[in-house]
């Protein structure tokens, strides 16, 4: 009985053991395997491996004789390429104006249509108002009234220094023509805030001009009248619009390109015209001019930068509300150079070019494009000047290095 419990303690209690030694032996069998595979691990070819290093491909004297591969140097140059971009036609700044009501009145007379051309100072329309003839009132009387206090004060004068009237009087009679000078200028300003000219104004004379009821509203610029929103007889109100007056002698053309492509044009830059037609149809009206100002900021609505030309119009056009095309003689920045568009392979999202290291060397370089046009990239990084890149046999000198990759 003894021998039997002491044989099962001691199972028990060897098995516990026995397992912990299994484990640390297994562990440690494990570790040294781990280790030698780290250690006899060949390693991952280039070409399967996520690392991009510079491939260097080297041509023998037969295949660089085959090959013929020509060259071409980056360097600095004017070179543009063309950026085209939708356009709208816009009266000029200067070329437009909005006629609206100085004063509440009543169009008694009008003097000019839509579709007629207008001089500078020409009379437009006549407004009937008791409000205008309520400021030529307060302005002839205040006159008036400086007269009269004019004539107290030197009056007064010559009474003060006879000692005859006291010296308050005349302080008192020059206080009053101070305050109906003051009335005056007010009665001025506003007339003038109403379209009155200072030539108007002296033509009035205090004492024999009854008030004037009507005020005629002249043309501010020379030009087209646009359109015309009153008639005969209608009531208006202070600051409605009458009527829009555009002098088509020149316009203002707005083009609108994308952010990506705005950096490669400025002021100055030259622009193309032309009217826009259907696809395949003949190129119609054209004109040339350049970028006068660009705008800083996106436009809300095409989401893209605008560029302003100012240009004159030929024969009536372009057109003010028309859509035409544009065409920008864009140029590079300072800091990019353009190379042929030979010259470039694309792999995935990544650009490259052959760099000529040697007489029979080359190495494949990644470079970043801002943009490319018909036969022309734009490049920004990747190259310096004076480096000698390929820009034929480019697909040969491609496989090669993908064969030299695998070799290895």
């Keep these: 009985m003894n021998v039997l419990s002491n044989r099962f303690k001691y199972s028990s209690f060897s098995s516990p053991i026995l397992v912990v030694g299994l484990m640390l032996f297994m562990s440690s069998c494990g570790s040294e395997t781990a280790e030698e595979a780290i250690q006899t691990d060949p390693g991952t070819p280039p070409s399967l491996s996520g690392k991009q290093t510079e491939q260097v491909v080297r041509l023998t004297e037969q295949q660089a004789k085959d090959l013929n591969i020509q060259l071409y140097t980056v360097k600095t140059e004017q070179v543009s390429f063309d950026i085209n971009a939708p356009g709208q036609v816009y009266a000029a700044p200067e070329g437009i104006s909005v006629v609206s009501s100085p004063i509440n009145g009543r169009v008694s007379k009008i003097y000019a249509h839509e579709g007629e051309r207008v001089q500078k100072g020409d009379p437009l329309l006549d ?20 007269t009269y206090q004019q004539q107290q004060v030197e009056r007064l004068k010559v009474l003060t220094e006879e000692k005859i009237s006291p010296q308050r009087a005349l302080e008192r009679a020059q206080a009053d023509l101070r305050r109906a000078k003051t009335k005056q200028n007010a009665s001025l300003a506003r007339l003038r805030a109403v379209g009155i000219t200072p030539k108007e104004v002296q033509e009035w004379d205090p004492f024999m001009s009854e008030p004037k009821a009507e005020l005629t509203i002249y043309a501010p610029i020379s030009g087209v009248l646009n359109q015309h929103l009153i008639d005969l007889g209608e009531s208006v109100n202070s600051y409605d619009k009458l009527l829009d007056i555009i002098d088509n002698t020149e316009v203002l053309v707005r083009g609108f390109v ?15 015209i032309t009217e826009k037609t259907e696809d395949g149809a003949p190129q119609g009206k054209r004109i040339e001019g350049e970028v006068t100002s660009v705008n800083p900021a996106l436009d809300e609505e095409n989401r893209s930068i605008v560029l302003n030309s100012i240009v004159p119009t030929e024969n009536g056009w372009p057109i003010v509300g028309q859509s035409v095309r544009m065409k920008y003689a864009a140029q590079p920045l300072d800091s ?3 190379i042929p568009l030979s010259a470039i392979q694309f792999e995935a999202q990544d650009a490259a070019v052959f760099v000529q290291q040697g007489p029979r060397e080359y190495v494949k370089r990644v470079v970043q494009v801002e943009r490319m046009t018909e036969d022309r990239a734009v490049i920004s990084a990747g190259l310096e000047p004076g480096e000698k890149i390929a820009i034929t046999q480019v697909f040969s000198l491609k496989a090669l290095e993908r064969f030299e990759q695998f070799a290895d």
């Design 127 to 146: 407004l009937e108002s008791l409000e205008y003839a309520n400021l030529v009132g307060y302005y002839l009387e205040a006159t008036a009234e400086i």
């Design 258 to 272: 994308s952010p990506a492509d705005a950096p490669f044009v400025q002021g100055g830059t030259s622009v193309v």
């Design 336 to 338: 990019t150079f353009t």
